[in-house]
């Protein structure tokens, strides 16, 4: 009986890492998606920056000025490739705190079929017990009439 609280105070602690574990799936999943919007919403300023500036362009303009939209064009190329980058990592992330999370509902998974085991031989030992028991009563009137037959 010792044993299988044991077992159950341990299913208990694994029940609530993987609770913890599928809340930080939740959170990685989160943070992946506002770094994905993040990178989406400056691929459309990018886009709706070049269109606004190829309409001016298409009249006459100086040097400088597209200049400082080809430099300005540039670094935003830079951020959007910097923040494709971190939305990979924020995937490679959840990825990896969904194999966490299948590790932990493995834990919780093999816990409970050590308890449904330790309960199934725990029940059998006690019809074990009870069938024993119940053959001892019936040896003992048995028992009784052979030694009064034998007075």
């Known amino acids: 009986m010792k044993r299988l609280a044991l077992l159950r105070t341990l299913l208990e602690r694994e029940q609530k890492r993987r609770d913890e574990q599928m809340a930080a799936v939740r959170h990685a999943a989160a943070n992946a998606e506002a770094q ?20 001016q362009f298409q009249q006459a303009a100086q040097m400088e000025i597209l200049r400082s939209y080809h430099g300005f064009l540039s670094r935003l190329d830079q951020a959007i490739a910097q923040q494709q980058s971190v939305v990979e990592h924020a995937h490679r992330m959840v990825e990896a705190q969904r194999q966490r999370l299948v590790e932990r509902e ?39 009439r052979a030694q009064s037959g034998m007075s």
């Open 36 to 55: 994905q919007q993040q990178a989406d919403g400056l691929t459309g300023y990018r886009s709706e920056y070049c269109r606004k500036w190829s309409a």
């Open 106 to 144: 493995v834990r919780v998974a093999t816990v409970e079929r050590l308890i449904k085991r330790r309960e199934a031989m725990l029940a059998r030992v006690a019809e074990r017990r009870d069938q024993k028991n119940l053959d001892e009563l019936a040896q003992r009137p048995t028992s009784a």
